[in-house]
Nanobody
Framework: EVQLQASGGGLVQAGGSLRLSCAAS????????IGWFRQAPGKEREGVSC????????YYADSVKGRFTISRDNVKNTEYLQMSSLMPEDTAVYYC??????????????????WGQGTLVTVSS
């Protein structure tokens, strides 16, 4: 059974940092790209970042470029999202997901077949 356990969320002041983790099990981790999405209150879920399985290519939403860094540890079967210079508009539930399809862009939810439960990030002003 595929399982994704997201953690690391919490309350942080604007300008602060957090590191999210996504621990994976039940599949061959290093065969799949892993992505992060977020859903802010009252808004649709949006793609934040993705890291490929093959060459470690990374993709970021324009809103987080230069502030967030995605990485993966294929030994620990864990993906990370280092978030810096956080802003109140980064407040959201953050989800990690396994990319199982490649029919569209990295932020196309239809390409992700398995999702974690989400971790809440709250950035205070």
């Amino acid at each position: 059974e595929v399982q994704l356990q997201a953690s690391g969320g919490g309350l942080v002041q604007a300008g602060g940092s957090l590191r999210l983790s996504c621990a994976a099990s039940g599949f061959t981790f290093d065969d799949y790209a892993i992505g992060w999405f977020r859903q802010a209150p009252g808004k649709e879920r949006e793609g934040v970042s993705c890291i490929s399985s093959s060459d470690g290519s990374t993709y970021y939403a324009d809103s987080v470029k230069g502030r967030f860094t995605i990485s993966r540890d294929n030994v620990k079967n864990t993906e990370y999202l280092q978030m810096s210079s956080l802003m109140p508009e980064d407040t959201a539930v953050y989800y990690c997901a396994v990319r199982t399809g490649y029919g569209g862009d990295y932020d196309d939810e239809l390409n992700y077949g398995h999702w974690g439960q989400g971790t809440l990030v709250t950035v205070s002003s």
